[in-house]
């Protein structure tokens, strides 16, 4: 049974930082490329970041110079280093590992919200 299972999410102020992790219970975990998706209330899930085995990475626009993602293959783990937290950064973020047109499997979310 494929497992993904966020950690590091809770309330931080605007300005603030926070570290998520995702710990996948996943076979050949690096060949995946493994993703942050985040949804906010009444909104569609989007994609934050993705990175692949190469491993490059990408970001969704929003969260350029302020999100990193990384991967620690040994511990089949992904990260998503959140600084300069904005209000607009709330939303319950969930961690995704894909193979192209094979596998695609998500975790249950950790809720993250900024506030004053």
């Known amino acids: 049974q494929v497992q993904l299972v966020e950690s590091g999410g809770g309330l931080v102020q605007p300005g603030g930082s926070l570290r998520l992790s995702c710990a996948a219970s996943?076979?050949?975990?690096?060949?995946?490329?493994m993703g942050w998706y985040r949804q906010a209330p009444g909104k569609q899930r989007e994609l934050v970041a993705h990175?692949?085995?190469?491993?490059?990475?990408n970001y969704a626009d929003s969260v350029k110079g302020r999100f990193t993602i990384s991967r620690d293959n040994a511990k089949n783990t992904v990260y998503l280093q959140m600084n300069s937290l904005k209000q607009e950064d709330t939303a319950v973020y969930y961690c995704?590992?894909?193979?192209?047109?094979?596998?695609?499997?998500w975790g249950q979310g950790t809720q993250v919200t900024v506030s004053s």
């Open positions: 990175i692949t085995s190469g491993p490059s990475t």
């Open positions: 995704n590992a894909r193979l192209p047109s094979t596998d695609n499997y």
């Open positions: 996943l076979s050949f975990f690096s060949i995946y490329t």
